[in-house]
């Protein structure tokens, strides 16, 4: 997906920062080995670090490594660029050099504190939609509001990659859950959290051997006049699992989601 930002947004542009643009100077994308000979010859780059670069072999690995982290976030590297260029340069050079389990340690510290700033900052800042009406009365509506259907299955298509919601399972969850909650007036919020998310986060679970994902988006409630966050989170075989915090001024429910220890925020919108 291509990005809209332009290059000089307050941080090192071109090839030095591994920025890929088009022929209008909109960034369209990330180059890891750009971002290797940015660490090289950059003019942010100190006389110890291009020292430390100066041979093929470790090119390669510093390479292998960046490449790597891309693929960890990879939602975030294809459809807002600019930002993951931005964090990338808040690692040390010699990060890269470190093994592969503490190359993926020290990338989801540096990852989580800035999405959690950027994303802090959009909800204080960023125009909130207001919970929209439900666009489905039942279960043919329902369906048919997915992207594509496989078996009991209804697919979306979402920014972080496809996912599959056990279609009746999903619906059920809206009257039929363990809180016994009523959740008729969030059903208009549940494709728009799919397709258009404010952020993504994984979460690990016991029990499970990949993590659950959960998409949450804001929305300004009429009705009790707060503006909540509405989570979604969707499991490896489909089972959904609805989050809602209402916001408090001291936004410690949105500090839970963000600084908690068992996430990784993978991606965040443009």
Do not use: W
């Not at 490896?236 to 429910?253: A, H, L, P, Q, W």
């Amino acid at each position: 997906m291509q990005s809209n930002a332009h290059l000089g947004s307050g941080f090192l542009g071109g090839t030095a920062a591994g920025i890929e643009t088009d022929e209008n100077g909109n960034i369209v994308g990330f180059n890891p080995q750009n971002f290797v000979l940015g660490l090289i010859g950059g003019s942010v780059a100190s006389k110890a670090v291009s020292k430390l670069y100066n041979n093929e072999s470790t090119q390669r690995y510093a390479t292998l490594a960046i490449k790597s982290i891309q693929q960890d976030y990879k939602s975030l590297s294809e459809n807002n660029p600019a930002m993951f260029a931005k964090i990338m340069q808040k690692f040390n050079p010699r990060d890269f050099l470190k093994g592969k389990k503490q190359v993926q340690e020290v990338s989801k510290d540096i990852f989580n504190k800035e999405l959690a700033k950027a994303i802090e900052s959009a909800l204080q800042n960023g125009k909130v939609e207001t919970m929209p009406q439900a666009e489905f009365r039942n279960k043919e509506e329902f369906a048919n509001m997915f992207d594509s259907i496989s078996g009991k299955y209804g697919i979306i298509e979402t920014p972080y990659k496809e996912v599959k919601a056990d279609i009746k399972s999903a619906r059920r969850h809206f009257k039929h859950n363990t809180n016994g909650a009523d959740r008729e007036n969030i059903k208009g919020g549940f494709f728009k959290t799919f397709k258009d998310p404010l952020f993504i986060v994984e979460q690990a679970r016991e029990g499970q051997s990949s993590p659950s994902v959960y998409f949450y988006k804001p929305f300004y409630d009429n009705d009790k006049k707060l503006m909540n966050l509405f989570g979604i989170g969707i499991d490896s075989v489909g089972n959904i699992d609805f989050k809602t915090y209402y916001f408090d001024e001291k936004e410690t429910r949105l500090n839970a989601i963000l600084k908690s220890e068992k996430i990784k925020i993978v991606y965040m919108q443009e």
